[in-house]
């Protein structure tokens, strides 16, 4: 049976041209012709005997053995990344300042850090978990370089949105779909000011629901705690939900539907070291994989 081995460099056009949604700009990117970026796809689905992609209009949708290539990929370019800062004297010396959400630390931190600690040893990582408002706030300041939140609608600071994502009312796994109200709908939200509590409260109103706030906290954990008691129910994204809470349907709990969030990549500087570069790739990698996952 003949071996087959794939090229790094036709994988990269590959994720790249998948991440971006059109492999015209994933050439752009590369600094390639969009036919050389076509023809490395071709000579991929060649080596795997199927078609990895579908166009649909001007859009494209991978198939099933796109999707499974698209994982080997991801994960053989990650290994490949290391080995070259590890072997090829690549050594980033330094920190690196970065801003995340609570919704975050559990599923994203781990993955992001761990590959990027491996790659680059010497470099010191420092973390700040706080609220949307205050990392935009650092950043702006210069005391972080760089920060993944979610962006509002009219913003003056430089953002990258990296995924559209759907706000979800959320309730715990025993939720049942609520009758007609006589009494205010309890809510379970984050301390003000806090945008997606605010967006939230502007869905109500504009569907003439009266509301109150059951429980409030400046911990997200906390209030995953009060959904799961039932207290009420709350507003957050389908991205990273612990087990004992659920995403609700919103049509069939008859409350209103939320509008989407873009979740944004802010830098500090518009020209950022090399160290601030490669964490900022490794997020958009990470952040790739897990909102199609989850939303």
């Not at 939140?149 to 953002?159: D, G, I, R, T, Y």
């Not at 796994?173 to 003000?192: N, W, Y």
């Not at 944004?264 to 909102?291: D, F, K, N």
Request: hydrophobic share 45%; charged share 20%.
């Amino acid at each position: 049976m003949r071996q087959t081995t794939f090229d790094p460099d036709v994988l990269r056009g590959f994720v790249l041209g998948i991440e971006l949604g059109s492999f015209a700009k994933a050439a752009a990117r590369l600094n390639r012709s969009t036919s050389a970026v076509s023809a490395q796809l071709k000579r991929l689905e060649e080596q795997v005997g199927t078609p990895l992609v579908h166009r649909v209009g001007r859009g494209m949708v991978m198939t099933e053995q796109g999707e499974v290539m698209l994982s080997y990929a991801r994960r053989l370019l990650d290994l490949n990344d290391e080995a070259a800062a590890a072997v090829c004297g690549e050594q980033l010396e330094g920190r690196v300042r970065l801003g995340l959400q609570e919704d975050f630390g559990e599923r994203l931190l781990p993955g992001v850090l761990g590959r990027f600690a491996r790659a680059h040893p010497k470099l010191h990582i420092e973390v700040r978990v706080a609220s949307n408002m205050r990392l935009k706030e650092d950043v702006s300041l210069g005391k972080l370089d760089l920060a993944l939140v979610w962006k509002a609608a009219s913003e003056s600071l430089s953002a990258e949105t990296l995924a559209s994502v759907p706000m979800k009312w959320i309730g715990s796994v025993s939720f049942q779909p609520l009758q007609a109200l006589d009494d205010p709908l309890p809510l379970v939200v984050l301390e003000a000011p806090c945008m997606l509590r605010q967006m939230a409260i502007d869905a109500l109103d504009r569907a003439g629901i009266a509301w109150r706030i059951a429980f409030s906290s400046a911990s997200l954990g906390a209030t995953w705690a009060a959904i799961t008691a039932e207290l009420g129910i709350g507003i957050r994204t389908p991205l990273c939900l612990p087990a004992q809470v659920r995403a609700l349907n919103a049509q069939e709990a008859g409350l209103p539907e939320l509008p989407g969030l873009e979740l944004s990549l802010y830098h500090a500087e518009t020209a950022p070291s090399l160290a601030v570069t490669r964490l900022g790739q490794i997020i958009r990698q990470h952040v790739a994989e897990l909102v199609p996952a989850q939303c």
